[in-house]
């Protein structure tokens, strides 16, 4: 983009990623990235997307038409001199991302008489599709001079993206049962309830502090579960979801570690929660959400049950293979408090983090730890790079479960839920993972 003489054009070399919400709107993301196929170019500067991107939700039809709003929220730094002197530069980048947000609003109207709109994979290559249609790929070069990640990184970023749409549960295929089974889903629900004697937390510690206090910093509590919504009694038939309601295991502790290599299989560390109720003849699950940087960070969740219902959805879980874990395993994410460029990078889709992601399960004998590599990623990656750069501001809610496919499964019941507030990296400890 050339406004005069003496500013030098820039380029941009970026993925871009999308979701699909529950209430039917798409985010469309961006965020820089460096690519071996895509180095800068003599005579232009290299700007930064930080982070941005389209938020598009469905508003109720107008004279039998349908209807979006589109929200275009970008941090982007220009890099060069003439970004901070020249005030008509700035207001020619303006003007190119409102020209952009109305290119988006011909092409939907143009599609609108097309039938039924597509699925949101084609809005990966919305920009491709859209010039193409036009036939002018070589004057939006001339004049716009962007330069882009390959297609091929692009299409990967979508396929990444499918920890976002995808392998949510809006996708899954569900198992109904025969009626005779109404009769054990009953049963089912009445065995996975909890025990009656509470367990002691006071047994456990973790190096992250526990605070219930709302304005608490660097610290944990208990999410109230209805704070997530799941699948209901009937979601195989009508889509229902109701709030998740109690947790069935308790969470009794959180590490937040760091190290200069990746931090697997915690659990084994003397001296930890898991360890602790080994003792005392408790059964913990533990996740460890690693995630990658110069410095490598763990945040290491415990969650504790007297005992494993046999036959249960969560002892199956435990007890099941690899393939059987991956195929179940979920999150539901929520950023109650952060900026709109996060809450919208997170989102509050459930998505089963055995697919979108690389998971090693570890069973030891009174615990199952999942290792969960965000890094594994790139959508996740860079969703990740966003939130770390700004952990301070955050108050995150995650949710875990066992996704329920069948009739004789449902409802859906949380593992637990926590919710951490204004983390500080600086916290983070290095953890002595020698048995010895």
Same mark, same amino acid.
Request: glycine letters at 6%; one cysteine or more; a negative charge.
């Given at each position: ?164 749409? $995808? ?44 605070? $219930? ?109 690899? $393939? ?87 409802? $859906? ?24």
């Amino acid at each position: 983009m050339t406004v005069c003489r003496v500013v030098w054009p820039r380029d941009l070399c970026y993925v871009r990623y999308w979701r699909r919400n529950d209430d039917g709107s798409y985010v469309v993301l961006f965020r820089s990235r460096e690519h071996e196929n895509c180095g800068p170019q003599p005579g232009y500067v290299r700007a930064h997307i930080e982070s941005g991107g389209f938020n598009i939700s469905p508003l109720k039809p107008r004279n039998g038409r349908p209807r979006s709003q589109v929200q275009h929220l970008i941090q982007i730094d220009l890099k060069g001199w003439g970004v901070g002197y020249i005030s008509s530069f700035q207001q020619h980048c303006l003007l190119q991302m409102l020209n952009s947000v109305a290119g988006l609003r011909e092409w939907f109207a143009q599609s609108d008489e097309r039938g039924a709109p597509p699925r949101i994979p084609v809005m990966v290559n919305m920009a491709s599709a859209s010039i193409s249609s036009k036939k002018s790929l070589k004057l939006q070069e001339s004049s716009v001079h962007h330069r882009s990640a390959s297609l091929d990184q692009i299409n990967t970023a979508g396929r990444n993206s499918a920890m976002m749409d $995808e392998y949510s549960d809006e996708d899954e295929e569900f198992q109904i049962a025969e009626e005779e089974q109404e009769s054990e889903n009953s049963q089912y629900e009445a065995s996975e309830e909890e025990p009656g004697d509470k367990i002691d937390l006071s047994w456990f510690v973790g190096n992250l502090r526990y605070d $219930e206090r709302e304005n608490a910093r660097d610290c944990w509590k208990v999410s109230d579960g209805n704070n997530f919504r799941v699948r209901s009694k009937n979601f195989c038939f009508d889509k229902t979801k109701i709030p998740a309601g109690k947790h069935l295991m308790d969470l009794v502790a959180v590490d937040w570690f760091k190290d200069t290599k990746r931090m697997d299989h915690v659990a084994r560390r003397q001296g930890c929660a898991a360890q602790v109720a080994s003792e005392k003849g408790l059964f913990t699950v533990v996740f460890n959400l690693q995630v990658p940087a110069s410095t490598h960070y763990s945040m290491v969740f415990y969650f504790v049950t007297k005992a494993l219902v046999p036959g249960s959805l969560l002892q199956r879980f435990v007890d099941g293979d690899d $393939e059987f874990r991956n195929s179940r395993f979920k999150l539901i994410p929520s950023v109650p408090k952060g900026s709109w460029i996060v809450r919208q990078s997170v989102g509050s889709t459930p998505c089963l983090l055995g697919k979108a992601v690389d998971c090693n399960y570890i069973r030891g004998p009174d615990y199952l730890e999942v290792d969960v590599d965000i890094g594994s990623s790139t959508v996740a990656n860079g969703v990740l790079g966003l939130v770390i750069g700004v952990i301070t501001t955050l108050v995150v809610d995650m949710a875990f479960l066992v996704q329920a496919n069948a009739t004789d499964e449902l409802p $859906e019941r949380l593992i637990g839920a926590v919710r951490v507030s204004h983390i500080e990296l600086s916290s983070a400890i290095v953890p002595n993972l020698d048995p010895s």
